[in-house]
């Protein structure tokens, strides 16, 4: 077992309510989500693109645990890195509101071989998960003043420029209800 970004994430308590907002599930549990696609597709793509390459290198037969082929696979000397690099943000995240909600502080632990294929794939597999994770938080972020914002131009009220402030202005706002509380309501 290896255990991979130990030196956690941190969020503001905004961010958590524009996450609580559209999530249902815990941001931890998102960025547990994420890490576990993002190692899904390092393997998917490994094997695709490799595997016959590797057969035509045995004499029999392969073994079909992800454990023992994984690393067989990036062993072999033709093998090369893909090193995807983590892509910019398409915005600024508008904080005012220091991040100190912490997600995950002592990182996760996954096999030595999805590690392998992790770093096999992606140049920074820690900074690719702070990536996603910092993407959605943009992202909904985003998409809660877009979608609130049209309700004070209908009630002809009064709009905070900062997104920290108009975001806390609406989750004061009386009746104001997460997707959690939204969702249980409807049970």
């Given at each position: 077992m290896k255990?991979i970004?130990?030196?956690g994430?941190?969020?503001s308590?905004v961010?958590?309510?524009?996450?609580?907002?559209?999530?249902?599930?815990?941001?931890k549990?998102?960025?547990?989500n994420?890490?576990?696609?993002m190692?899904?597709?390092a393997?998917k793509?490994i094997?695709?693109d490799w595997?016959?390459?590797y057969k035509s290198k045995q004499?029999?037969v392969i073994?079909?645990?992800l454990?023992i082929?994984?690393p067989?696979?990036?062993?072999?000397?033709?093998?090369?890195?893909?090193n995807?690099?983590?892509p910019k943000l398409?915005g600024?995240?508008?904080?005012?509101?220091?991040p100190?909600?912490e997600?995950w502080?002592s990182?996760?632990d996954i096999?030595?071989?999805?590690?392998?294929?992790?770093?096999?794939?992606?140049?920074?597999?820690?900074?690719?998960?702070r990536?996603f994770?910092?993407?959605?938080?943009y992202q909904?972020?985003?998409r809660?003043?877009?979608d609130?914002?049209?309700?004070?131009?209908k009630r002809?009220?009064?709009?905070?420029?900062k997104?920290?402030?108009?975001?806390n202005?609406v989750c004061?706002?009386?009746?104001?209800?997460?997707?959690?509380?939204?969702?249980s309501e409807s049970?």
């Open positions: 255990t970004c130990e030196s994430f941190k969020i308590s961010d958590r309510k524009a996450l609580d907002h559209y999530l249902v599930i815990t941001p549990e998102w960025a547990t994420a890490l576990a696609g190692i899904n597709k393997i793509i094997i695709r595997i016959e390459i004499e029999d073994s079909g645990d454990a082929l994984i067989a696979i990036i062993a072999m000397e033709e093998f090369v890195n893909y995807i690099p983590i398409e600024q995240i508008q904080r005012e509101d220091e100190t909600k997600i502080n990182g996760f096999e030595d071989y999805e590690e392998a294929a992790l770093r096999a794939y992606y140049k920074d597999p820690e900074g690719m998960l990536y994770m910092e993407n959605k938080i909904r972020r985003k809660f003043v877009e609130n914002q049209k309700e004070f131009i002809k009220d009064i709009i905070p420029v997104q920290d402030d108009f975001i202005v004061r706002t009386p009746g104001y209800k997460n997707r959690a509380q939204r969702e049970i």
